[in-house]
């Protein structure tokens, strides 16, 4: 079995967060926590590299349909539609449009329970009911009941791996291997190993 430091997790940056200069405040949230990063590059992806990314998990436009319907649902408001998936087949349309309209930043975060804690910190979906202290909750303003009137997709800055087996999936679908480092950083002594030495003389 593979140490938990070992789990790794995909980032993206999205148009909006890079437009709104938030590329280093971004990271440092991240890399502040102990994870390393072990990939990073910048790129403008294509409408087709956006759809392969988002539909990697059969189950993704099912899900992401249900969750939008229970947020309106918890305001008392009625859903765009009571079919989960002609919603999401409007969020997928939407997403291609926000996601090649410029350059994003792609980057593989890895340290013990990556997935976990990038969710954490990045926070939920709907920037509107995302927790202070999180980056969507923190840098911007977006809600469902805005991009679904404006009909495009909610801007929440960034996205990250929802699960181990998503991360497994998505990770390969934007990097290749030899673009992913395999290196050492000196915090990880104090974080993982068993035993602090090497600190007094
Ligand atoms: P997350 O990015 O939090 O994992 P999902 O995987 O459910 O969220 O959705 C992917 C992206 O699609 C979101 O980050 C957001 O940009 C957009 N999106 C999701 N649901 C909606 C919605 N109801 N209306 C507009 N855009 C949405
Ligand atoms: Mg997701």
Redesign the pocket.
């Given at each position: 079995m593979k140490h938990p430091k070992e789990e790794r997790t995909l980032v993206l940056i999205?148009p909006d967060a890079i437009q709104r200069a938030l590329i280093g405040e971004i990271v440092r949230r991240y890399e502040r926590l102990g994870l390393k990063l072990i990939g990073l590059k910048m790129v403008v992806p294509t409408a087709e590299h956006v759809e392969g990314h988002?539909t990697l998990d059969p189950s993704?436009r099912k899900?992401?349909?249900e969750?939008?319907i229970a947020?309106y649902r918890s305001r008392n408001l009625p859903p765009?539609s009571e079919d989960p998936l002609e919603?999401?087949a409007?969020?997928?349309k939407?997403?291609k449009k926000?996601l090649t309209s410029g350059p994003i930043i792609c980057m593989v975060w890895q340290g013990a329970h990556a997935v976990e804690l990038v969710?954490k910190i990045?926070?939920?979906?709907?920037p509107r009911t995302s927790p202070v202290g999180t980056i969507?909750g923190d840098f911007v303003v977006d809600s469902?009941v805005m991009?679904?009137a404006d009909d495009?997709?909610?801007?929440?800055l960034?996205?990250?791996?929802?699960s181990i087996s998503e991360a497994e999936m998505e990770i390969p679908h934007w990097f290749e291997k030899k673009e992913l480092i395999d290196y050492k950083v000196t915090h990880e002594d104090i974080l993982y190993e068993k035993e602090l030495r090497g600190i007094l003389p």
């Open positions: 999205k988002y993704w899900v992401t349909g969750k939008t947020s765009p919603i999401t409007k969020i997928l939407n997403l926000y969710r990045t926070g939920g979906t709907e969507r469902y991009s679904d495009r997709a909610v801007r929440n960034i996205h990250a791996s929802g």
